[in-house]
């Protein structure tokens, strides 16, 4: 296993947690397979006693793929540990699960993806957990919310779809205050430009489905963060769960590791000059952009954030009838509700990602009708707003 402790970011991406067969290959392995063999009948009693260092069992508890994409992530997000999960929402669930029991209480920021609120609003209130919701932009709001038995917060750092931002320190150390755990969902931040661990995230939940493959082919999550916790009941929990992710997902995630500064890079890059180009347009309500000085909180962003990220917001005059024929006019942007991927993509939340929200709900999170979320991705910059502009053309 390489040492990759006084390695810049680039170089952990490409090298950190690399393990290596004893047939010395270049790329990456993939051990595709479910199970182990031991040497004796003794060997597999004392592996299932206590495994060491890079032993293993069963895929469904660890595998020499995983273990590497666990190890790189967990390096460069500045984490003890990870754990590779199935799905970013398998991750979400596991880090949440794992961690509360009835009569517990989470408070979180409401604006989050509706996969997020559905385990926290049904699942977990089903269960017994008192489920407290704030605006995450109000500093007061978590103050009050936070009470000596909160067990837990939870937060997007940069919320899916408007793309509001949290503090993050000051809302961990309110939560710290009174021995609460800080579960951050931190997709939008990117891995390249994470702070949350340094702002005091106990657990940082990605879904490696984004900006980590990038590339629309495979589905997977990871749980970052302090060893006592993932290597504790966030395994525990996942491996007796089936929560794990497949080893050929995990040499997928490995090899566009590679690459995901640099894509991240370019996203961003595209991102800044579609909100530039967008922010004064005659059919638009407004352009929310993280790193654009127009958003309201701007210099927390960019306190927190080196860059606004990879994805937009825009508002089309004329609601959903409006917002449908500008979609529907765009010739580059593929209409999908993935995002961070290499093509670029464009989604109505609130007839998709975020549909099953009542309308009520909707419109204090600020989802309009109007609201179409823009995923940078690698096409040429210029090409991309040409095709924006074009499509805007032919809304009323």
């Given amino acids: 296993m390489s040492n990759s402790s006084n390695w810049s970011r680039r170089t952990q991406a490409v090298h950190a947690g690399t393990r290596r067969s004893q047939y010395g290959e270049v790329s990456e392995a993939i051990f595709l397979t479910q199970g182990f063999v031991y040497d004796t009948a003794e060997d597999a009693e004392q592996r299932f006693i206590q495994i060491e260092g890079d032993e293993f069992i069963y895929a469904r508890y660890g595998n020499p793929t995983l273990a590497m994409f666990e190890d790189r992530m967990a390096a460069l997000e500045g984490a003890e540990a990870g754990f590779a999960c199935a799905s970013g929402m398998a991750a979400v669930n596991g880090a949440l699960m794992s961690l509360v029991k009835a009569g517990d209480h989470i408070v979180s920021s409401r604006a989050l993806f509706g996969s997020c609120l559905y385990i926290l609003e049904d699942i977990l209130a089903r269960f017994g957990v008192e489920i407290t ?5 109000d500093l007061d709001a978590w103050k009050a919310a936070i009470r000596p038995d909160t067990r837990m917060v939870f937060l997007e750092s940069v919320s899916n779809p408007v793309l509001e931002v949290i503090d993050l320190k000051a809302v961990a150390d309110m939560a710290h205050a009174v021995g609460a755990m800080v579960v951050v969902d931190n997709v939008f931040a990117t891995p390249t430009y994470s702070y949350a661990i340094e702002a005091g995230a106990d657990l940082v939940v990605y879904s490696t489905t984004k900006h980590v493959d990038g ?31 497949s080893p050929f997902n995990a040499w ?17 890059d595209t991102a800044e000059v579609l909100a530039n180009g967008l922010a004064d ?13 127009s958003h309201p909180q701007y210099a927390l962003a960019k306190r927190q954030c080196k860059r606004g990220g990879t994805v937009l917001a825009i508002e089309v005059k004329g609601g959903k009838e409006e917002a449908f024929k500008f979609l529907n006019a765009l010739e580059i942007f593929t209409i999908s509700n993935n995002f961070a991927d290499s093509k670029s993509i464009v989604t109505h939340p609130a007839t998709t990602t975020h549909q099953r929200l009542k309308p009520e709900h909707r419109a204090e999170l600020g989802i309009s009708d109007g609201i179409v979320r823009i995923s940078c991705g690698l096409e040429d910059a210029g090409d991309l707003l040409a095709d924006l502009q074009s499509a805007l053309d032919t809304v009323a």
């Fill in 133 to 137: 919701l704030v605006d995450g932009r």
């Fill in 215 to 245: 590339q629309g082919r495979c589905l997977g999550g990871i749980i970052l963060g302090k060893r006592d916790i993932v290597r504790g009941p966030v395994e525990a929990y996942l491996k007796h769960t089936g929560g794990a992710m």
């Fill in 252 to 268: 997928v995630m490995l090899k566009s590791l590679d690459t995901m500064d640099l894509r991240i890079d370019a996203q961003c």
């Fill in 281 to 293: 347009h005659p059919k638009l309500n407004k352009v929310v952009y993280p790193g654009h000085p």
